[in-house]
Nanobody, 127 residues
Framework: QVQLVESGGGLVQAGGSLRLSCAASGDTLDYYAIGWFRQAPGKQREGVSCISSRDGTTYYINSVEGRFTISRDKNTAYLQMNSLKPEDTADYFC??????????????????????WGQGTQVTVSS
């Protein structure tokens, strides 16, 4: 059983930065792929960025490419978000899945079916 706790959300002006953290307990994340997902009011959840456990391969959706950076250490994942835009406003969730369960990182990041989810942290970007 893995427990995930996100932090780092908040209110920021457009063009600003935030760094989200996802702290894991209950098991090591060494063998899990990690993803950041978001859901804006009235919209479907979307995968923002994911990182594999094996070689650190990353995936980003087009809308955040070049602005967001995902990283991980032993039991924490991070999402550095720069040049934030109002359309980045959403609840952000981290999730993990055992690496062996996924075929490709991108597919998992798009579909989003995961083993464990955090409770989320809210990000609001004002214009």
């Amino acid at each position: 059983q893995v427990q995930l706790v996100e932090s780092g959300g908040g209110l920021v002006q457009a063009g600003g930065s935030l760094r989200l953290s996802c702290a894991a307990s209950g098991d090591t994340l060494d063998y899990y792929a990690i993803g950041w997902f978001r859901q804006a009011p009235g919209k479907q959840r979307e995968g923002v960025s994911c990182i594999s456990s094996r070689d650190g391969t990353t995936y980003y959706i087009n809308s955040v490419e070049g602005r967001f950076t995902i990283s991980r250490d032993k039991n924490t994942a991070y999402l550095q978000m720069n040049s934030l835009k109002p359309e980045d406003t959403a609840d952000y969730f981290c999730a993990v899945i055992a690496q062996w369960k996924i075929t490709t990182l991108q597919t998992w990041c798009i579909v989003g079916e995961s083993d464990y989810w955090g409770q989320g942290t809210q990000v609001t970007v004002s214009s």
